[in-house]
């Protein structure tokens, strides 16, 4: 079956970077669009950016100029190059992927921006 794990969250102070990573198995990764989403404390899940799998790119306006996704396929994985965090980044970030109609996630990892 479809497993996505992600890592690379922590504690980070404003105007830091970090880098997320996202390890899929059980797909062919190399046909599968990819994307990060974030949830943050009492608000809805947001998407962030997308990566597809003609390595087509999409932000949300709120992460422009700053996280950059990217994609390996030889390593069945995709990255969240984060910089110039702030405060109002902080939430749990997941990978989804989509294979066709159907939808995968991963479990979340955790970022903290302190101000």
């Known amino acids: 079956q479809v497993q996505l794990v992600e890592s690379g969250g922590g504690l980070v102070q404003a105007g830091g970077s970090l880098r997320l990573s996202c390890v899929a198995s059980?797909?062919?990764?190399?046909?599968?669009?990819m994307s990060w989403y974030r949830q943050a404390p009492g608000k809805q899940r947001e998407w962030v950016a997308l990566?597809?799998?003609?390595?087509?790119?999409n932000y949300a306006d709120s992460v422009k100029g700053r996280f950059t996704i990217s994609r390996d396929n030889a390593k069945n994985t995709i990255y969240l190059q984060m910089n110039s965090l702030k405060p109002e980044d902080t939430a749990v970030y997941y990978c989804?992927?989509?294979?066709?109609?159907?939808?995968?996630w991963g479990q979340g990892t955790q970022v903290t921006v302190s101000s």
């Open positions: 990566i597809t799998s003609g390595f087509s790119i």
């Open positions: 989804k992927q989509l294979w066709g109609r159907n939808e995968y």
């Open positions: 059980g797909s062919i990764f190399s046909i599968v669009h």
